[in-house]
């Protein structure tokens, strides 16, 4: 049913003058600043999904990692917006992307000393599991 | 910013592998292939630094998250057993009306944010010149670029504004950042100590340690360090 109305929409989305066919095609085929946006936004939101719903902490861990990841697109992003525009000092964005990369290191750093240690008393990497203050 | 061409043809391969990927890492059984199915995730997004005139940023991306912290996980995964999850034995996901929550969660989250992206763009000022001009005046603005030792190859300013940049405007957080570095390291050694090398450093209460040591193997093995 759809397949016979499809080439129809087609046509009078084509046929509007400046219709909404062309400026999707040219959306795709010029991606600007809201299309990395929106790709971390999408890369944010399976950080947040896999934080929620892993078992295990690794995994936990790295889904973090991503979601670190994630803002960093968006800086990257505004920078090369804050180039394209001249602004003073266009290379913000790219220094406090610099200083995220440093911290996502110490983090992963840390929260792993923190894993082998758990792994060590509790015998387990499973969150449900370490419910030591649950009560 | 718009990117036009073949730049646009690698975006949209880059971004997709990088969110198939991502997806793919929070769903493998294996925690060996969620940390390779997350490189690939990093070197995508590492790609898409590249296409946003950010080399140095994915150099460093490359470096530090692939070279280090992957390697990192990658060690940890092999220390620890999780021969349970990948036999299937395991659960992989906590309940399914946390699973339920998490997907609502997760779709309400992205209609929002791309409704709010799409909302908001239209309120930045961009340049008002046509795409392929703009397009063109960087191509130009490439082709100005100084060229390589072997000639095939043009070196950006990129790294060169980046570096005046940091130490210009962000002296006192690169500071801050070699401390906490710093801190990360006593800190992550002092975590992964076994009790017998905190015996051996000498810094236990005595009376803690006749409590923590039951076994007589553990016992003998405190001994052999003391002494």
């Known amino acids: 049913m759809l397949n016979l109305f499809f080439p129809a929409l087609v046509f009078i989305w084509q046929q509007a003058p400046g219709g909404r066919m062309s400026d999707v095609s040219n959306s795709i085929t010029h991606p600007d600043i809201s299309k990395f946006l929106v790709i971390g936004a999408l890369l944010f939101i399976i950080g947040v999904a896999g934080v929620l719903t892993r078992r295990n902490i690794i995994v936990i861990f790295m889904s973090i990692e991503l979601i670190l990841n994630a803002a960093n697109i968006n800086f990257i992003a505004f920078s090369r917006y804050l180039q394209d525009t001249g602004n003073a000092n266009a290379v913000a964005g790219q220094v406090f992307t610099v200083f995220i990369i440093v911290v996502a290191a110490a983090e992963a750093a840390i929260g792993l000393g923190i894993v082998i240690a758990l792994y060590r008393n509790k015998e387990t990497i499973w969150v449900d599991e370490i419910d030591l203050l649950k009560w | ?227």
């Open chain 2, 1 to 227: 910013m718009v990117l036009s061409g073949w730049e646009a043809v690698f975006f949209w391969v880059f971004s997709i592998a990088a969110l198939f990927t991502g997806l793919l890492m929070i769903m493998a059984r294996n925690a060996v292939h969620s940390a390779l199915f997350l490189i690939s995730t990093l070197v995508s997004v590492a790609a898409l630094f590249v296409l946003a005139g950010a080399e140095f940023v994915a150099g460093a991306q490359v470096l530090v998250y692939i070279g280090g912290v992957m390697v990192l996980f990658l060690f940890v995964i092999m220390l620890v057993n999780v021969g349970a999850e990948e036999r299937g034995r395991g659960q992989l996901f906590n309940s399914s009306a946390q699973v339920t929550a998490t997907a609502l969660l997760g779709l309400l989250l992205a209609i929002g944010l791309v409704y709010a992206i799409n909302q908001g763009v239209k309120g930045l000022n961009e340049p008002n010149r046509r795409s392929d001009e703009m397009a063109g005046q960087r191509t130009a603005e490439q082709q100005a670029l100084p060229v390589s030792a072997t000639g095939d190859m043009k070196i950006t300013a990129d790294t060169q504004r980046l570096g005046s940049s940091l130490y210009r405007y962000a002296s006192l957080p690169f500071e801050i950042a070699s401390l906490l570095l710093l801190v990360a390291i006593v800190g992550s050694v002092m975590l992964a100590r076994t009790l017998k090398q905190e015996a051996a450093a000498d810094d236990v209460d005595p009376e803690v340690l006749k409590e923590v040591v039951t076994t007589p193997e553990e016992r003998a093995e405190l001994e052999s360090v003391s002494r």
